[in-house]
């Protein structure tokens, strides 16, 4: 049957950005290895704790949280500090004396001094801790090895810590891995032309013998020396030819103290090519062929204060929000973020922290002031937090409803108000998607917020195990919620995407038909047709998520090749999910027009067109 195209009168947007991307968090172990510098916590800085806490009682000075899932060990949080995000007592600050159960299977308390004036059940408070335990977060150690803290360093920052190895009665070492899901993915890191490494040492006993070593598992070390350490710091540097023809395996990069007493600082390890903004080199030229609109900083920064989210690369903390070694990042920072958004042209959506203080959102207010300024973005996005209404990020978000509204329009007050109300700063607010009523409650009730943003995922159960059943489910869903809700929110607000993709992480169907499906040329065709069904329904901005990721577990323990468009950076493989990004911002900007089909059959209705 024949069918006619016209392109609509009118368009259905104008001036409509690229596509963006989430750039995703920066891992050490599989595709999301996105930085020129590799090492983790090169700085070796001890880990910084926050965390929401929601007062349910109130005994004297001592106040109980809400749930107990958040529970620390005894006194975690003793000589630690509290600032109160809502309530009467919103502003006020102090000091945690005391914390911990007071009985067996109850949320922790907490002990406050001065005790806040007004503060009432169901009030937020942010607490923070820096907690120094043994071993040096985000590297592995056998033997005696501790962060410890120093005053001054001759050629490096104040006040930093630094890793103290201690050789008594046998060897110790210290160690961080990378690239370690070889095993399935091969190599994600390979190691190509001249490499650098340096890093500062200082002897504190009269013989210490200290060896680096880097490697590949079952090949030759890259890298192999002993350094001659002094009783005064010395920096020692490395340059060495990477020749990574051997079989896959983790990387490994060791440091090995025989006998005596060290201290090590800033170490570093990237290849020796320069890097503007501290991103990979193969990373940079992957987004300047997507050409995303925006880049969204998302990494799970919900616990991370702004003086470390614009802290130097070696001076900047770990940080983590939810109890357990496993949650503890180590994130890239806001001026790194900032210079790829501009070496690449992109917006900046700038993911800011519910548990900041009113002082730090006043920070980033004059600090997005400058980046305008510096880099001449067009606009800035900045979000209050991430998925508030998800009880996985409870310990850093607002699952109710007032005290989100009451907390992040004090926040985006403060925003506006310091950075001198500009038409260039959209500020935004998460609802959950399949919740078209939050989206209302939201955008009526909340002030100084510009943007509704939603997660329109899709395809989130497989049953079906024939091939031509499954890529038949691909196409099912449509952006009806989007289209019914979007174009009529309260206050003028308008709806943006933060996140889509597929999720296909339930359903019956195997890990094999899954992830057939997942990655062939009808899942790219998919994806471009949700995000053309976005952008007539009224949606300018949007985010794919995610950047990089090579697989995850679906409900079954199973990996599924979810949710990255790309598998790998080294060099960059691209999913039918990405070369479908890739082929929409070559052609989808600018005034975007409907194409109207006229056919019988059924050619149009499957037919989607811009």
């Not at 102090?94 to 007071?102: A, D, E, I, K």
Request: charged share 20%; proline share 4%.
């Amino acid at each position: 049957h024949a069918a006619e195209l016209k392109r609509a009168a009118s368009p259905v947007q104008a001036d409509v950005p690229a596509i963006g991307v989430n750039l995703g968090a920066w891992g050490s172990w599989g595709a999301d290895q996105l930085m020129h510098q590799v090492l983790k916590n090169p700085g070796f800085e001890a880990t910084t704790d926050r965390t929401l806490v929601i007062v349910s009682e109130i005994h004297g000075d001592r106040v109980t949280d809400d749930t107990a899932w958040l529970k620390r060990g005894q006194n975690f949080w003793s000589n630690g500090s509290f600032y109160v995000l809502t309530g009467v007592a919103a502003g006020k600050r102090g000091t945690v004396l005391t914390s911990g159960q007071t009985e067996k299977d109850r949320p922790d308390s907490f002990m406050l001094s001065p005790f806040p004036q007004g503060l009432g059940a169901g009030d937020c408070i942010m607490l923070e801790a820096e907690i120094v335990q043994p071993g040096i977060p985000m590297w592995w150690s056998h033997g005696r090895i501790v962060s410890t803290e120093i005053s001054t360093r001759d050629g490096a920052k104040p006040g930093s810590q630094v890793a103290r190895m201690h050789a008594q009665m046998a060897p110790v070492q210290l160690i961080s891995y990378l690239d370690t899901i070889s095993d399935r993915a091969g190599k994600l890191l390979p190691l190509q032309g001249k490499w650098q490494f340096s890093v500062w040492a200082k002897r504190k006993s009269k013989q210490a013998s200290l060896r680096v070593k880097f490697q590949r598992q079952r090949s030759r070390p890259f890298l192999d020396v002993r350094l001659d350490t002094d009783s005064e710091w010395k920096k020692f540097e490395f340059e060495f030819d990477a020749t990574d023809n051997g079989p896959p395996g983790s990387l490994e990069l060791i440091f090995t103290l025989d006998q005596g007493e060290v201290l090590l600082d800033d170490a570093q390890l990237s290849p020796q090519a320069a890097s503007k903004s501290g991103f990979d080199a193969e990373l940079i030229r992957l987004l300047k062929t997507l050409k995303p609109g925006y880049l969204r900083d998302w990494q799970g920064q919900l616990g991370d204060s702004f003086d470390n989210r614009i802290a130097p690369v070696l001076q900047r903390k770990p940080t983590r929000y939810r109890p357990g070694d496993s949650e503890i990042l180590l994130l890239y920072g806001l001026d790194e973020f900032m210079a790829l958004c501009a070496e690449v042209g992109a917006q900046p959506w700038v993911t800011g922290s519910g548990l900041w203080r009113d002082d730090e959102w006043e920070a980033l207010a004059l600090y997005l002031k400058q980046a305008k300024q510096q880099w001449g973005f067009r606009e800035i996005l900045v979000e209050f937090g991430n998925e508030n209404w998800n009880m996985i990020f409870r310990p850093g978000g607002y699952t109710n409803h007032n005290d989100l509204l009451q907390r992040a329009n004090r926040a985006f007050a403060m925003l506006r108000e310091k950075s001198g109300q500009p038409v260039w700063l959209k500020t935004i607010l998460g609802a959950q998607y399949v919740n078209p009523s939050a989206w209302q409650q939201l955008a009526m009730k909340s002030k100084n917020t510009s943007h509704i943003t939603v997660a329109p995922y899709f395809l989130y159960k497989l049953d079906a195990e024939n091939i031509a059943e499954a890529e038949a489910a691909l196409f099912r869903e449509n952006e009806q919620l989007i289209s019914k809700n979007g174009s009529t929110l309260n206050q003028g607000k308008r709806v943006s995407v933060y996140e889509v993709n597929f999720h296909t992480t339930s359903g019956k169907a195997g890990a094999e038909t899954k992830n057939q499906i997942l990655t062939n040329a009808a899942s790219g065709v998919a994806l471009a047709r949700r995000l053309m069904q976005t952008t007539l329904a009224g949606v300018r901005e949007q985010a794919v998520y995610s950047l990089t990721g090579l697989d995850t577990y679906d409900e079954q323990r199973r990996l599924i090749k979810l949710f990255g468009i790309t598998s790998a950076l080294r060099p960059a493989v691209l999913r039918p999910t990405g070369l479908a990004l890739q082929m929409l911002n070559q052609v989808m900007q600018g005034d975007v027009y409907a194409l109207n089909c006229n056919g019988s059959g059924e050619e149009c209705s499957a037919l989607t067109g811009i």
